[in-house]
């Protein structure tokens, strides 16, 4: 085989390989999905999540709150006021999923007139941010009386589980303004 012809196998080759690899980057990341092409998917939508991420994200928080309560080795009474903690907070992420997109097509709506009536669009804010207060206050409460219930040891892992995730967080934060 003489060597022009090698040289044509190899080329084809290689352009082949670089089609074959350049159609599989574009299909994982979209045409202009690089680093200098425009912004990503995530902020197309506004901004915000997914209602599927909502849902796992509630998912996802009761999971870890079950592992941690098993780690607790609770007893009769104080799996009861666990429960009454863990489903009266399963009941208000319910219905605030179910208000949030009410209130969401109601802002959608009276923005999309030629005036939209912003005084009541804040007013519905501040009526939205008023329920969200009634409802942590709630489940504060209600974490409360089951923190109380605990005994000295199951008090100092959940005391050590806060301690620890603040310690993360202030890490992430002081990194975060080095940054800036």
Not at 34 to 56: I, L, N, T, V, Y
Not at 58 to 82: C, G, H, R, V
Request: hydrophobic share 35%; aromatic share 10%; glycine share 10%.
């Amino acid at each position: 085989m003489k060597t022009r012809n090698k040289v044509l196998i190899g080329g084809g080759i290689m352009v082949l390989v670089l089609v074959i690899g350049g159609y599989g980057l574009v299909s994982a990341h979209g045409p202009w999905g690089g680093p200098c092409g425009g912004f990503s998917s995530r902020f197309q939508g506004g901004g915000f999540h997914s209602e599927a991420f909502r849902k796992d994200m509630a998912e996802f928080i009761f999971w870890k709150m079950d592992k941690k309560a098993k780690e607790l080795n609770l007893t009769d009474p104080q799996k009861s006021k666990y429960e009454a903690f863990r489903e009266n907070l399963k009941s208000d992420f319910r219905e605030f999923q179910a208000g949030r997109q009410k209130t969401k097509d109601g802002f959608h709506k009276e923005l999309s007139k030629e005036n939209p009536d912003i005084p009541m669009l804040l007013q519905s804010a501040k009526t939205k941010v008023n329920e969200m207060s009634g409802f942590m206050n709630k489940n504060l409460d209600l974490f409360l009386d089951f923190y109380s219930s605990l005994d000295d040891r199951q008090k100092g892992m959940i005391i050590g589980e806060i301690k620890q995730r603040m310690k993360y967080l202030q890490a992430k934060s002081q990194q975060r303004d080095a940054a800036l």
